[in-house]
T-cell receptor, first 115, second 112 residues
Framework: NAGVTQTPKFQVLKTGQSMTLQCAQD?????MSWYRQDPGMGLRLIHY???????DQGEVPNGYNVSRSTTEDFPLRLLSAAPSQTSVYFC??????????????FGPGTRLTVL | GENVEQHPSTLSVQEGDSAVIKCTYS??????FPWYKQELGKRPQLIID?????GEKKDQRIAVTLNKTAKHFSLHITETQPEDSAVYFC???????????FGAGTRLTVKP
């Protein structure tokens, strides 16, 4: 199993550009989520999905869109990048809900810089 | 809003000593509290977790304690080793069972 994979590993954008961060898992997990990690602030939940076709907002959803057309994939879209979105982005997945006690597996992260 | 406070932000101990990291949470309905370890440039990895119906849980040199009344929980690492050096994050799940809130992290350095 590849686990949770993310692409790209690094990305530099100009303000106003759009892009999609890719996330895929091959563990047949129902729950997938996106976090951003900023220095000194831990991880903050952006969006999550409890299954194909179902998504919801987390703590910091503004400026991001998600969709879940398949169990395996959960892309994160930045509609119009802003410098405040410079961060490291982690995708995670688990068999059950985040509070179920099932371990959340994190991807390797995408380091995004917005100039 | 709902949040998780974590202390200290940095902790330096001598190899073999114990390390304790403390977190408090605000949502009294929170019922799941995981701890993650993140090495430099790597992804977070779950090291131990505890549910609200349990007061303490141990796994070899790592233990977590929970005080629901006071709304705080702690990570205890005994006989620390240099490979324990990393950033540790606590987290608490909100009542909807989907939204996990993380503390700001503790950078632990174990000196050989």
């Amino acid at each position: 199993n590849a686990g949770v994979t993310q692409t790209p590993k690094f990305q530099v954008l100009k303000t106003g550009q759009s892009m999609t961060l890719q996330c895929a898992q091959d563990m047949n997990h129902e729950y997938m989520s996106w976090y951003r990690q900023d220095p000194g602030m831990g991880l903050r939940l952006i969006h999550y999905s409890v299954g194909a076709g179902i998504t919801d907002q987390g703590e910091v959803p503004n400026g991001y869109n998600v969709s879940r057309s398949t169990t395996e994939d959960f892309p994160l879209r930045l509609l119009s990048a802003a410098p405040s979105q410079t961060s490291v982005y982690f995708c995670a997945s688990s068999y059950g809900l985040a509070g179920s006690g099932d371990e959340q597996f994190f991807g390797p992260g995408t380091r995004l810089t917005v100039l | 809003g709902e949040n998780v406070e974590q202390h200290p932000s940095t902790l330096s101990v001598q190899e073999g000593d114990s390390a304790v990291i403390k977190c408090t949470y605000s949502d009294s309905a929170s019922n799941y509290f995981p701890w993650y370890k993140q090495e430099l440039g790597k992804r977070p990895q779950l090291i131990i977790d505890i549910r609200s119906n349990v007061g303490e849980k141990k796994d070899q040199r790592i233990a977590v304690t929970l005080n629901k009344t006071a709304k705080h929980f702690s990570l205890h690492i005994t006989e620390t080793q240099p490979e324990d050096s990393a950033v540790y994050f606590c987290a608490a799940i909100l009542r909807n069972n989907n939204d996990m809130r993380f503390g700001a992290g503790t950078r632990l350095t174990v000196k050989p």
